[in-house]
């Protein structure tokens, strides 16, 4: 069985600032890993995944994350934030091809002006 | 179709009574998910569908879940004597297959028992 915990229930930035959410799974067997985001009234949408190869994945409007197995890790960091980034972003972890997914409890990231 | 559609966007009912939620994938997309989503909290896995068959439905509470995929394409969730804690967003998803290319969800079902 994996779990998946975002520290940050919620990160409030201003504009213009870096921001890191973060995530740590347990699991043990070999995961693939995911962020989703959902904005206001909005569906979840896939914001960028980890499957294998290089730790660190890029992902849709400047987001990137940082796989780290020693860690159990896999942290959601953007350089510059803008106000519509502002969305709860969730973290999840699939175990091998069992095709579903544990997800975390989500962090709404406030971007202020 | 473009996106995953799920019906209705909204549902009332009394305790008690019997709903279907429905849900219309990606087409050629043969795998189907459902999630639930309590206020504050990520989605929780119900159910999942490879083609016709549940490949997976651990997540199904208890027996007054089923969900069907007669035709490998459109999927219906079926709640019997619905409990005021079945309230939250049902959540559809669908993928090309059960590799981890990630879902493309729809928008949901926000299912509320009075």
């Known amino acids: 069985a994996q779990s998946v915990t975002q520290l940050d229930s919620q990160v409030p930035v201003f504009e213009e600032a870096p921001v890191e959410l973060r995530c740590n799974y347990s699991?043990?067997?070999?995961?693939?890993l995911f962020w989703y985001v959902q904005y206001p009234n909005q569906g979840l949408q896939l914001l960028l995944k980890?499957?294998?190869?290089?730790?660190l994945v890029k992902g849709i409007n400047g987001f990137e994350a940082e796989f780290n197995k020693s860690q159990t890790s896999f942290h959601l960091r953007k350089p510059s934030v803008h106000i519509s980034d502002t969305a709860e972003y969730f973290c999840?972890?699939?175990?091998?091809?069992?095709?579903?997914?544990?997800f975390g409890d989500g962090t709404t990231l406030t971007v202020k002006p | 179709g473009a996106g995953v559609s799920q019906t209705p966007s909204n549902k009332v009912t009394e305790k008690g009574k019997y709903v279907e939620l429905r849900c219309d994938p990606i087409?050629?997309?043969?795998?189907l998910y459902w999630y639930r989503q309590s206020l504050g909290q990520g989605p929780e896995f119900l159910i999942y569908?490879?083609?016709?068959?549940?490949?997976?439905d651990s997540g199904l509470p208890n027996d007054r879940f089923f969900a069907v995929r007669p035709e490998g394409s459109v999927s219906t969730l079926k709640i019997q004597r619905t409990e005021r804690g079945d309230s939250a967003v049902y959540l559809c998803?669908?993928?090309?297959?059960?590799?981890?290319?990630?879902?493309?969800f729809g928008s949901g079902t926000r299912l509320t028992v009075v």
């Open positions: 998803a669908s993928s090309q297959s059960t590799e981890p290319y990630g879902y493309t």
């Open positions: 699991s043990s067997v070999s995961v693939y």
């Open positions: 980890y499957l294998s190869g290089s730790t």
């Open positions: 999840a972890v699939s175990a091998g091809n069992a095709g579903k997914s544990t």
């Open positions: 087409s050629g997309h043969t795998a």
């Open positions: 569908f490879q083609g016709t068959g549940a490949a997976d």
